[in-house]
């Protein structure tokens, strides 16, 4: 792995615009806030990445007509150091019994209805792992037919990010 400093905006822009056309072919409007063109983060480039194209495949995949995926960032109140990067669809949801399963290799919620999506129940297996390899934490949260929001934290280069002063552009 290659740690270096990255500009988590142009990350997480690549990603989506990458996936645009995914949304776009599903009727899914994916959308990002806003983030601060200065904040960087220590991590592995194309790691990172890939745990984005991921979850955000997975937001697309595992949506509902009509709706929506938002990528964003935001403190992290346990640790100032860090921040929280956010994928939150209005997809169908995960039901709680299945949360801490869905990270298993091959794990796949209801496997009859996930069939005509197709994929092998690798993608989340790999984010916990590379998350964990980063040392950072990864939460998912999740509302059965309302949607879910996969999260995971970055460690901010020093004196960059949303809590700290920059010069205006
Ligand atoms: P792969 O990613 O290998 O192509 P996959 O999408 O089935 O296949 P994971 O990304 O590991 O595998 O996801 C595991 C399972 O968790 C999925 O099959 C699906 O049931 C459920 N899941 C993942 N993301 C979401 C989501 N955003 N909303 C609802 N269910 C999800
Ligand atoms: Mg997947």
């Known amino acids: 792995s290659e740690i270096q400093d990255i500009y988590l905006r142009d990350v997480i822009l690549d990603v989506v615009e990458s996936l645009q056309y995914k949304a776009n072919k ?26 984005l ?28 150091s860090r921040v929280l990067v956010y994928v939150e669809d209005t997809g169908i949801g995960i039901n709680q019994q299945y949360i801490d399963r869905v990270t298993e290799r091959f794990f796949r919620v ?40 996969f999260s995971f934290t970055l460690t901010k280069v020093d004196n960059s990010g949303p809590a700290a002063t920059s010069p205006k552009e």
Do not use: C, W
């Open 26 to 51: 599903e009727e899914i409007k994916l959308q990002v806030e806003e983030i601060p063109k200065n904040l960087l983060v220590t991590a592995d480039h194309n790691q990172i990445k890939q745990v």
């Open 110 to 149: 209801d496997k009859s209805r996930s069939r005509g999506k197709g994929g092998t129940g690798l993608g989340l297996a790999i984010v916990k792992h590379i998350m964990e390899a980063h040392d950072e934490e990864f939460f998912i949260e999740s509302t059965p037919n309302v949607g879910s929001t």
């Open 53 to 80: 194209i991921n979850l955000v495949e997975n937001a697309i995949k595992y949506n509902k007509p009509d709706g929506s995926v938002t990528v964003g960032v935001k403190p992290y109140s346990q640790d100032e």
